[in-house]
């Protein structure tokens, strides 16, 4: 067993680490006041792979591996929580189903244009009556001769004002079964498509998240993506990957809150010595550190799982879950420790406690992780 990153890894990890500490951390309370991303930092990504991170070169990406695509959206959330999610969400939703199951003009078309660094993609599975119940989804495509003809609403999509195409999970037939739903790309500019005003969020205040209508829309039939009545499958598998990059992106909170809160016990005083001599503050920094490092290793098994080609939906569950909650306790403290300043917008803990509470809601609430590695763990019991 090696718990070492390789040579590469390694080195990649440096080169996302600098261009975070110089392009993103000193613009994230920035990008969250005004609500708008840094696209000066956003178009220099492609460089580093940051727009393709698993994207075949061929495309425009940088093929990498899925541990490294964690490791880069880890250190993106370490600085800025809107960035990393739109950028996660771009590469594992908004790129990956294509990756996955786009033909190659699909491929030619819209991967290359998905890692120029001008453009973010989106995959909108929830709708306004249907998150953790997609079964309940209602978007409905018909058939008419040689196009789709789609009605229906999404809510709460990522990035979908930036996306040249949003791959959209649908129903094309009213039966009840899993086989009724597939995915369909949709460019947004298509007649009878409403993107709607980015909502108002608690955090990731520069990472959109909009509702969209579709009203007759009109795409043409080799729009469809992948088998019709694969959809329900495609989802799932989209959503363990997305996990991991979930997960990575919680470690990424927590570790840049954990770093503020030591560096802050460290500099305050209180009773003539640093707070940092204080055995209740070094316990918090303790139970971080630990529970930091014990997220981390999951996240990295399950990103290992899948690029071994091994089984990996229960494993990504486990740390999605377990990263998303230590997030919450660790950007918690990291308020604690500040004491009053830490409610404060001047200190980044504030944003950051704020970013942290939707990873254990998007891309599968922790209750529906927690059904998730049940199911799992009754069926290899049975
Ligand atoms: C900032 C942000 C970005 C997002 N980005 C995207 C995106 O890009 N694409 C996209 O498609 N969606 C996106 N979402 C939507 C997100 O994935 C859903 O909100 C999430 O899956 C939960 O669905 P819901 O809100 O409908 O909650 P519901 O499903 O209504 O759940 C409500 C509560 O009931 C619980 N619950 C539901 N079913 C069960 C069950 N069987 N057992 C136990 N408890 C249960 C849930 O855990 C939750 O606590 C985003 C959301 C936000 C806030």
Request: charged letters at 20%.
């Amino acid at each position: 067993m090696d718990f070492a990153l390789n040579q590469e890894q390694q080195m990649y990890q440096k080169a996302v680490r600098d261009f975070c500490e110089g392009e993103i951390k000193p613009y994230a309370a920035e990008v969250d006041r005004t609500g708008e991303l840094r696209w000066d930092a956003i178009r220099k990504m492609p460089s580093l792979g940051l727009t393709g991170l698993q994207v075949p070169e061929e495309y425009g990406g940088a093929g990498l591996d899925t541990l490294s695509a964690a490791i880069a959206v880890e250190e993106l959330g370490r600085v800025c929580g809107s960035t990393a999610l739109s950028i996660s969400a771009h590469n594992g939703l908004g790129c990956g189903p294509i990756i996955k199951w786009g033909t190659e003009q699909q491929k030619q078309h819209y991967l290359t244009k998905l890692t120029s660094g001008e453009y973010l993609g989106a995959l909108a599975l929830t709708e306004p009556n249907a998150g953790s119940d997609l079964n309940n989804a209602r978007t409905l495509a018909v058939r008419d001769g040689q196009t789709w003809v789609i009605n229906g609403a999404k809510a709460w999509i990522t990035n979908p004002k930036y996306a040249p195409v949003i791959t959209v999970f649908l129903r094309t037939s009213t039966e009840k079964t899993s086989r009724s739903f597939s995915m369909i790309l949709v460019e947004p500019n298509t007649q009878g498509v409403t993107l709607h005003a980015p909502e108002k969020k608690m955090g990731l205040k520069g990472s959109p998240t909009q509702m969209i209508n579709f009203d007759d829309v009109h795409v043409p039939a080799e729009n469809l993506l992948g088998p019709e009545g694969n959809g329900m499958y495609q989802t799932l598998e989209t959503l363990d990957g997305g996990r991991i990059s979930i997960g990575a992106l919680s470690v990424g909170l927590a570790q840049g809150a954990f770093e503020e809160a030591v560096r802050y016990a460290k500099q305050r005083e209180a009773f003539g010595q640093q707070i940092a001599n204080f055995q209740a503050i070094q316990w918090m920094i303790a139970d971080a550190a630990l529970e930091i490092d014990a997220s981390r290793l999951m996240v990295y098994r399950a990103a290992w799982l899948k690029d071994q080609g091994k089984p990996f939906s229960k494993e990504a569950a486990m740390a999605k879950l377990m990263a998303s909650e230590v997030a919450e306790k660790v950007c918690f403290n990291a308020i604690q420790i500040h004491g009053s300043y830490g409610y404060s917008a001047e200190f980044p803990v504030e944003r950051m406690y704020r970013d942290q509470r939707l990873m254990s809601i998007g891309e599968g609430t922790s209750q529906i992780q927690r059904l998730v590695i049940a199911r799992r763990v009754l069926q290899d019991m049975a």
